[in-house]
């Protein structure tokens, strides 16, 4: 069962942590027990922060996430604000994240292009791949809010699922780029993502130092239906949570390649194999 005055005294430090800077270092008595209360400690750190929400970071999109967590459907969803979001080419600052080195992650939204209101009768999946504006270029920079001891950052333990699903799904900033060109008609799972920093090449794939050569695992990445999918679940949950979605908000799906930033270098997520499809840039100086 969950204990009110545990959420509210975690939500609080996180809260402050957020607004002040540094981060929250508390006994493991007071750390989330279960999914449901992490989701009621972030509900809460919302609350408390009224900051205006601008996308959504769904978690364990992909299947083999989901197998190793053994379940069907996405874990839970993060926020983004308006304070740490920015459009492509985006500058942040180092002092602006508690751990470093920085992970960035090439990903790929959905914006909306209608509201998705919270409602008693569940979205069918017509109704939300309907709602869909467009797919667009994005960029997850990972950060959180719990303390971490840097000779750890950012191994498993330092962003552990039930303390992540408190603090926004580990969601540090957001950056927002153009639609991707034809995504109509690409094979989403297939297209090649690959980081460049100051225009020498870096990362592909989504795991840190996966080898270029070898092939990005198929059940990593997601085509359009299983985006929408995944939308569908988050549309869902937030709406019994008695939480809605907005039109022009944008939904990250899964991370397609990472990188760890270098101070002062521009990261250029490049979109198909020489970014025909487009490309979105982030410097963290």
Not at 156 to 161: K, R, S
Not at 216 to 231: H, I, K, N
Request: charged letters at 25%; proline letters at 5%; one cysteine or more.
């Amino acid at each position: 069962m969950m204990q009110q005055d545990k959420i509210e005294k975690v939500s609080d430090a996180l809260a402050t942590a957020w607004r002040d800077g540094g981060s929250v270092n508390i006994s493991e008595n007071l750390w989330p027990a279960d999914l449901e209360e992490s989701m009621a400690i972030q509900d809460a750190f919302d609350v408390k922060i009224k900051e205006e929400i601008t996308g959504w970071k769904i978690a364990a999109t992909d299947k083999l996430s989901q197998r190793a967590q053994g379940l069907d459907h996405p874990a839970f969803f993060g926020r983004y604000y308006k304070s740490v979001t920015q459009e492509s080419p985006a500058l942040f600052r180092m002092s602006d994240f508690r751990n470093q080195p920085i992970l960035v992650e090439a990903e790929l939204g959905l914006r909306l292009g209608q509201d998705l209101p919270t409602r008693e009768e569940s979205y069918n999946i017509e109704e939300i791949h309907d709602a869909v504006e467009a797919v667009v270029m994005t960029i997850d920079v990972v950060d959180t809010r719990w303390y971490c001891d840097p000779s750890d950052w950012p191994v498993p333990g330092c962003l552990d699922a039930l303390k992540a699903a408190a603090d926004f799904s580990n969601a540090g900033a957001f950056v927002v780029g153009d639609e991707v060109a034809g995504w109509r008609n690409l094979d989403l799972a297939s297209l090649p993502i690959a980081i460049y920093l100051d225009g020498k090449f870096a990362s592909r794939g989504g795991v840190i130092g996966r080898a270029p050569s070898e092939p990005f695992p198929r059940d990593r990445r997601l085509d359009f239906s299983e985006m929408v999918a995944g939308l569908r679940w988050t549309a869902n949950a937030l709406s019994e949570r008695g939480l809605g979605m907005r039109k022009g908000q944008t939904i990250t799906t899964g991370s397609a390649a990472q990188v760890f930033a270098q101070p002062g270098a521009e990261a250029t997520m490049r979109y198909g194999e020489g970014g025909e499809f487009g490309e979105i840039q982030i410097t963290i100086a």
